[in-house]
């Protein structure tokens, strides 16, 4: 009878009690990291430290964040980058430089990826391809100690997702805080092995989810303002899909490179013209690291009448941006054209992308 009573009282309780939470797979935490990724509203801070050799970089960028297509990024470190502003309308992106009262406004609503990617983080840009080229696990809390991690970032409790390559770390590794309630990326570091300190941490020290944000930075009348507008052959910005709808709407082939690193395809790319000056920007990606390669003439006239027009210090700040920027750089004069490789590989592999571009020895200026 005792018995009886034992075990229907045991599964009373198993049928009222609430079943445990069964553990997040690390695909159910990129999907929803996709879905809620640019639909929350919040103010944060968000800061960035970078190693790269025997220098190390810190960087602090106060993010005002509507959704994907409505933010501002206000840098408040580096001194020499103190104030400058990016931000996005209707997926327009605008850049202010307030010490020499310039700004760039585009009338293309093709975003700024790799600027976004970068500050807010991003898991993944083709979940197939980061299928394919990464295995992917989620952190147990009870390891977070022993590995001396933090479960939770500007006071939020985190899922956590390590993604490592699966054919070695010719790319670096990629671990996330992605917050439980929100699914909005807190934390990123990348690294080029196991168990090896990330080169790079970027993270928010506070966060606060707002409604009320000033997503514009008050322009003066006097400022200098260089307009890109579509289809202008003086000052433009347009982004393609792909290399053929490029050439069709450009009248002209375009450079690529032969080589590429492996499990990289296409992303898009973006053609800019700067008083009058064509520049090129193809990107790719493997779903989750990504190579970039930009080649423009040389001289540059863009660079020369900004230099004239809006002081040396100005090109120094284009460079401290680069500098601020998690990647690898490989540069070379090939005829008439100046290239340049960067992004998540090692440098020789971007020697590598550089060489293999061919571009023609007469560039039209």
């Known amino acids: 009878m005792a018995r009886t009573l034992f075990k229907t009282a045991a599964l009373w309780l198993a049928l009222t009690l609430p079943l445990p939470a ?3 797979t690390p695909y ?16 944060g ?5 970078l190693v790269r050799q025997s220098e190390s970089y810190h960087a602090a960028m106060r ?19 103190t104030n400058v502003n990016m931000w996005l309308k209707e997926n327009r992106a605008s850049v202010f430089f307030p010490d020499e009262n310039l700004l760039f406004r585009n009338d293309n609503p093709s975003g700024a990826s790799e600027v976004t990617a970068t500050i807010l983080g991003q898991i993944a840009t083709d979940t197939d391809l980061l299928y394919k080229n990464y295995n992917l696990s989620i952190v147990d809390p009870d390891k977070l100690a022993l590995q001396a991690l933090p479960g939770a970032i500007a006071g939020r409790e985190c899922h956590i997702v390590d993604i490592t390559p699966k ?6 590794g990629h671990r996330y805080w992605v917050a439980r309630d929100n699914f909005q990326i807190m934390r990123e570091d990348r690294t080029w092995g196991i168990g090896i300190e990330p080169y790079f941490k970027s993270y928010y020290e506070d966060f606060a989810p707002t409604g009320t944000l000033q997503l514009e930075q008050r322009i003066p009348r006097d400022t200098n303002s260089v307009e890109l507008k579509t289809g202008s052959k003086e000052n433009a910005f347009v982004f393609y899909k792909t290399v053929a709808e490029a050439e069709k ?5 375009l450079a690529t490179p032969t080589v590429l690193p492996q499990g990289f395809k296409l992303a898009g790319v973006e053609v800019s013209i700067f008083y009058g000056t064509r520049m090129v920007l193809v990107s790719y990606t493997d779903g989750l690291n990504w190579l970039y390669v930009r080649y423009r003439p040389a001289p540059n006239m863009w660079v020369t009448l900004l230099a004239g027009a809006y002081a040396t210090k100005l090109v120094d700040k284009f460079m401290e941006l680069a500098i601020q920027s998690p990647y690898n750089y490989h540069g070379a004069e090939k005829g008439d054209f100046i290239v340049f490789s960067y992004g998540d590989l090692y440098p020789e592999q971007l020697k590598k992308v550089t060489e293999s571009i061919q571009l023609q020895t007469t560039a039209s200026r």
Do not use: T
């Open 249 to 253: 709407a450009l009248g002209s082939k």
């Open 45 to 49: 801070l968000r800061i960035q430290k």
């Open 167 to 172: 054919d070695g770390f010719y790319v670096p």
């Open 63 to 81: 993010v005002h964040h509507k959704d994907s297509s409505n933010l501002r990024v206000v840098i408040e470190d580096p001194g020499k980058l």
């Open 22 to 24: 069964l553990a997040i």
């Open 28 to 43: 159910e935490l990129v999907s929803k990291v996709q879905e809620n990724q640019g639909k929350v509203s919040f103010q």
